[in-house]
């Protein structure tokens, strides 16, 4: 007897997942939903926003984390405002496939718009210290493997304590027997205080000159701890006032 098999309707994609917390006068919104369909109108729409060659192939279109003041400023973390930083028109990396890595870019992209230098930094040591945790999200905004010679991928977490909150924006690149990269930027903001620190910082090396274990070379975190800063920049974001002077609304986060 033949057999035949029944196939039922495809079941629709879940929607995305929204979570929200209150910090004081801010909200922080944490959305997440699926990868972006590798074809369709959903693909096409987002890359026409692009001026790239090509977009990485998982991309996370609709995940955001979002940091909203009551009066209206705030910070948005999301794909498609990270791709676009990127420059399109220069080649900053050649994959090392058939022959060794010539020359390693020592610029670290997506640091720009200064806002205020300061020589203030973030104290990683009380961030160390145990504290509840009322809020945290991992989220992934893109991946891609570089044509199987390595993988880039961009991610933003946050995590909220009863003093404060600290967000870790990190890029991740390695290029096989190239360069491993590690772009960092955080924010930390403690509760009454009317303003933020940010700080960026690149860290890289080429891989041929990592005397490390195989597997710590595809873990961001620990590279993070062992990798050379090729630079660095420290800013504090200070908050619009109510009635504040023109100079302070200017230099202030939007």
Same mark, same amino acid.
């Given at each position: ?18 979570? &929200?917390?209150? =910090? ?17 109108? +959903?693909?096409?729409?987002? %890359?026409? &926003? ?17 940091? &909203?003041?009551?009066?209206? $400023?705030?910070? %948005? =973390? ?15 990396? /050649? ?6 890595? @010539?020359? +390693?870019?020592? %610029?670290?992209?997506?640091? &720009? ?5 300061? #020589? ?15 809020? $945290? ?19 933003? /977490? ?6 404060? =909150? ?21 924010? $930390? ?5 009317? $303003?933020?620190?940010?700080?960026? #910082? ?8 990592? @005397? ?11 590279? +993070? ?5 090729? /630079? ?13 002077? /023109?100079?302070?609304?200017?230099? +202030?986060?939007?």
């Amino acid at each position: 007897m033949a057999s035949s098999n029944v196939h039922g309707p495809a079941r629709p994609r879940a929607g995305p997942i929204t979570t &929200q917390f209150q =910090f004081g006068p801010w909200t922080l919104t944490a959305v997440k939903s699926h990868i972006l369909e590798s074809e369709g109108t +959903a693909r096409e729409r987002f %890359e026409g &926003q692009l001026d790239l060659p090509q977009v990485p192939e998982m991309v996370f279109a609709e995940n955001v984390l979002r940091i &909203q003041h009551t009066e209206g $400023y705030g910070v %948005e =973390f999301n794909a498609l405002d990270a791709l676009r930083r990127v420059d399109p028109h220069h080649d900053h990396f /050649k994959v090392a496939v058939s022959q060794a890595w @010539k020359e +390693a870019r020592s %610029e670290c992209e997506h640091i &720009q718009d200064v806002v205020e230098t300061t #020589s203030e930094r973030i104290d990683l040591e009380k961030l160390k210290v145990r504290e509840k945790i009322h809020f $945290y999200e991992d989220i992934v905004l893109f991946e891609d493997e570089l044509s199987d010679n390595g993988t880039s991928m961009m991610s933003v /977490k946050i995590r909220v304590m009863p003093s404060s =909150f600290f967000i870790l924006l990190r890029q991740f690149m390695r290029v096989d027997n190239v360069i491993v990269r590690v772009l960092d930027t955080r924010l $930390y903001l403690e509760a009454e205080q009317n $303003y933020m620190l940010r700080e960026h #910082s690149c860290r890289e090396k080429n891989i041929q000159d990592l @005397k490390v274990p195989a597997h710590v070379i595809t873990d961001p975190n620990e590279l +993070a701890q062992i990798l050379p800063v090729s /630079k660095e920049m420290n800013e504090k974001l200070v908050f619009p006032s109510t009635g504040g002077t /023109k100079e302070e609304t200017d230099s +202030a986060v939007r």
